[in-house]
């Protein structure tokens, strides 16, 4: 029902994946398959209900009602079955800012905050920027697969300096879902220790291949109280320039910790659509993700057969969720800096650059594969040509 191979043209729109490719790439001619969002038009609701609301040329200050946080009750029941209160619900004017809070909130400068890497760059930022330390807890790869080191998680969060762990469920840039197991036994951990756990569930609706999201908090009642939970419909939609997310949290002296920052800072308000997006995606928009999950997983397929293929010598699993895909070029024997260099100045391609979510991503490369089809072919033909030239 829904169009996802015609290709929709953002030149004129201020897409940050366009703009910004000179800055980044150093070249605006460079595909981009980088910055986390879709090149896909956001569900026909979701447009009509931004439209109708702009057709009213009044955009003064605007209030959400109950019904807010009942869309977000709701779609926590039916696509997690985590059953959650409304006043547990607080919104967040984005997933980043919202961490940026609770750290703000939960610990003090010099204080420890514990991630595990490689992993979306802004967990390391949110916690440099506010004079915190980072401390890693690098995930393990095995036979492609990457797993968590419980082991050093022990020892580190032994330490009562570090107060906090930001965890990636499900994981970017590597498409990882973690299991109930995995999540049970870092949570044991982080409560006998006394770390705070900071779930960012942002992709959690993006599941691939029948994989299940587990909600960190609704493992256990230990968990749920020992954790926020910041979750979107910003990446599930397409919709993240608008900004509008939110937090879960049972433990109310938690979400009070979040709150008074968020009030400190005056930014509790919204904006005119904040409303009106998340509650027609929620409440409209299942069939549409349904479509694009179903397009996202044969894009994922399409990846990996091609490489498989054409270029066996780099590596390539299948994501279990998200539209990133996570490429290892470790066989090149490329430095990072020549591996970049051939990718945007030969394959005319921009993807994140592994080193940017930690040392741990040498020889690594993101691909976003949220775009038609054609086009993540064109880049991927690209790549195969401009090496098969140096040869
Ligand atoms: C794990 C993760 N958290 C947060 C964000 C961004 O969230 P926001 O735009 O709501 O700040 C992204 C975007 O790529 C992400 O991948």
Redesign the pocket.
Known sequence: MYDFDTPVNREGTKAYKLELREKYFGSNEVLPLW???MDFSAPPAVCEAIQARAAHNIYGYTIRTKEFNEAIKNWLMRRHNWSVENSWIEY????????TFSIMSFTMPGDGVIIQTP??P??YSVVKDNDRKVVKNPLVQENGSYRMNFEELEILTAKPENKVLIL?NP???LGRVWTKDELETLGDICHRNNVLVLS?E??SDLMLFGNKHTPFASVNEQMANNSIT?M?P??TFNI?GF???YVVASNSRLLNGYRQVLNKLHLNMGHVFSEVILETAYNEGEDWLGELISYLEANARFVVDFINENMPEVKVKLPHA?F?TWLDFRSWGWSQKDLVAFLVNKAGVGLNDGVSFGVEGEGFMRMNIASPRSVIKKALEQIFNARKELN
């Not at 967040?92 to 961490?99: D, I, K, Q």
């Open positions: 910055v986390a969002d967040s004017p984005g997933v980043v800012p919202a961490l992993v979306y802004p967990f990636c994981h970017n840039p960012d942002i992709h910041f979107a910003s990446k993240a900004n509008t997310s998200t990133l």
